[in-house]
């Protein structure tokens, strides 16, 4: 840090198991990617190249080793995934996991029906040579999940091999976890975590009023994702109270009142 401050998180070292953040990459340039690690590695643990843009975008074994050299996980968006699935081309899929030297990988089934069966087989396969994150949650509006078969499916996959298990919320942060309108879904968020080990999920959170809801109800070390490349900075701030938001989070009451008077 530039000075010292008092009162300040104690967030832990990279690699970490919580207080994750993840950044979706939804197609920047290798300038745009050496700009961000210089600015923004150290805060950053996960890099997800989203939904389906590394079939676009260029450079991307460029991108990927960048990424990997400043100590950051990288994988390819699940939708992506999902593409290869429903072709009927896993191996393939695969393969090019295996060719871009990645290290991790997504399984979801937000786009596509899947059995739930079939989903662990993939990423009980996947987990024997990467480390897998799966996503729980439909990417279609108004399509409601009960909260046990979220809880019952977050722990199938957990057992299968899945390294974190991520709530689904889209990029723009307004189906799965969230109501059309981005607010959290309280009742299903909460008998989640009723369930499930929060260290183990990482909540998608792309706007800044879910960001601070969950740092609210989890703290600092909350494991978050979908968080746009320009945010990551401004969400750790979000995190150790150096923003309005969440100011009076970690100071003691003292200060607290003496602010009142």
């Not at 024997?128 to 977050?154: D, Q, Y």
């Not at 989070?249 to 008077?261: C, F, M, R, V």
Request: proline share 3%.
């Amino acid at each position: 840090m530039n000075f010292t401050l008092p009162h300040i998180p104690e967030r832990p070292a990279k690699p970490r198991n919580k207080g994750i953040t993840m950044m979706m990459d939804k197609g920047l340039s290798i300038r745009q990617v050496e700009d961000f690690i210089s600015v923004s590695a150290e805060l950053t643990d996960i890099v997800k190249l989203g939904f389906g843009t590394s079939y676009l975008a260029k450079d991307v074994e460029l991108k990927i080793k960048l990424y990997k050299e400043a100590g950051l996980k990288v994988y390819l968006g699940g939708t992506l995934f999902e593409a290869f699935i429903i072709r009927g081309m896993f191996k393939d899929y695969m393969k090019l996991l295996d060719k871009w030297k990645l290290d991790c990988a997504e399984v979801s089934d937000g786009s596509i029906v899947m059995p739930h069966d079939k989903k662990c087989e993939y990423i009980q396969t996947l987990s024997k040579n990467f480390t897998v994150l799966s996503e729980v949650g439909s990417k279609e509006a108004g399509i409601i999940i009960r909260p046990a078969l979220w809880t019952s499916m977050m722990n199938k996959e957990l057992q299968a091999g899945s390294w974190k298990v991520i709530a689904e919320a889209r990029e723009s942060g307004n189906v799965g976890i969230y109501r059309t309108n981005g607010t959290a879904h309280t009742l299903l968020i909460n008998k989640i975590l009723a369930k499930v080990d929060k260290d183990n999920i990482l909540w998608e959170a792309p706007q800044k009023g879910q960001q601070v809801w969950f740092l609210k109800l989890l703290g600092e070390n909350v494991n978050l994702g979908n968080i746009a490349y320009d945010d990551v900075i401004p969400l750790e701030t979000l995190r150790i109270g150096l923003r309005g938001d969440t100011f009076f989070s970690y100071l003691p009451n003292k200060l607290k009142h003496a602010s009142e008077a």
